[in-house]
């Protein structure tokens, strides 16, 4: 049966990148006969320009009947003054809620022949392939009660709730220990149990049903020294389980280990294996439409949309291969670039994991 995409490029570099993830999946289903097809949908900043809103019962729709979404980016400094319920970011929030996209899947992984662009010293990264299990649709971005409130004595007071049920946190906790299993076998959930009591009971269902993967080594760290340990010495972490927000900040201190944020890509799950799929990097809004992005976080995240999401192991190996031989050949975008490596711009780059892929 012949599978569709929905491409969601959204706004800032999201056209530029996607654009060039396009090129790939159009080389692919020449090469390999895939039968995927694709078509554009609006989210972010782009849809708020076009519908008022950042997304629509359209794009929803789209999104629900297809086999895979492709995101770039989306938000910028256009909408930033907008009301909080209908800016771009909100776009993001609600697709994943609808969806139930609740496991998000982040790795920070090294590349060899970037070595050189970590802020760590070399020895701390060489090696680094580190999965953060960020569990993506509860947890404080979506406790209720939440707003403004004025007291009493008239001053404004905000809030928000963190909130997480032995269901969720059952959910991602096995997703986490299974994805585990098929990679270094060590588990570290990560929360604030000497605080927080839905921490607590978040370590009391971790250890519930730790039994049934005896095969995986569990432990447990408070978020703050986290945060420490990813900076002192990443490679003790092989998956880390977490939930919404700690997995938010963690995921970007764990991606800028690797130096180069703009090879990594993402995916977030639901249960039934639909998946949306998208570069760690934002949407950059100061160098949009200048052609210098790096899209190889995107060309990667249709390398997991096609494993993941589509089964096509075969097109996805194709994909990694192609993007390690352009590395290989000294090929960098402006983010990546050092000395003695050719720099190339963001369709040069496009084309050059083309041209990889059909030698
Ligand atoms: C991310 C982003 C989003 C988040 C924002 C844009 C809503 O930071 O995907 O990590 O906080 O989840
Ligand atoms: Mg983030």
Known sequence: MSKNILLLPG???????????????????DKMNLGVSYEKGLMGGCSIDAHGLPLTDETIAKAKASDGILLGAVGGPKWDTLDRAIRPEKGLLKIR?????????RPAILYPQLADASSLKKELVE???ILIVR????????GEPRGVRVLDNGERQGYNTLVYSESEIERIGRNAFEIAQKRGKRLCSVEKANVLEVSGLWREVMESIAPDYPDVELSHMYVDNAAMQLVRAPKQFDVIVTGN????ILSDCAAMLTGSIGMLPSASLNADGLGMYEPVHGSAPDIAGQGIANPLATILSLEMLLR?????SEAADAIAKAVGDVLDQGLRTADIDSAGMTKVSTSEMGDAVVKALLS
């Not at 990148?17 to 692919?28: P, Q, S, Y």
């Not at 569990?135 to 979506?142: A, N, Q, R, V």
């Not at 927000?245 to 938010?248: A, I, K, S, T």
Request: glycine share 14%; no cysteine; proline share 0%.
């Open 97 to 105: 809620a609808e969806l139930d996209l609740f496991s998000n899947l």
């Open 308 to 312: 993941y999401s589509l089964g096509m």
């Open 245 to 248: 927000l700690f997995g938010d």
């Open 11 to 29: 706004d800032g570099i999201g056209s530029e990148i996607v654009d060039e993830a396009v090129k790939v999946l159009d080389a692919l289903n």
């Open 127 to 129: 090696g680094l392939d």
């Open 135 to 142: 569990e993506l649709t509860g947890g404080i971005y979506f």
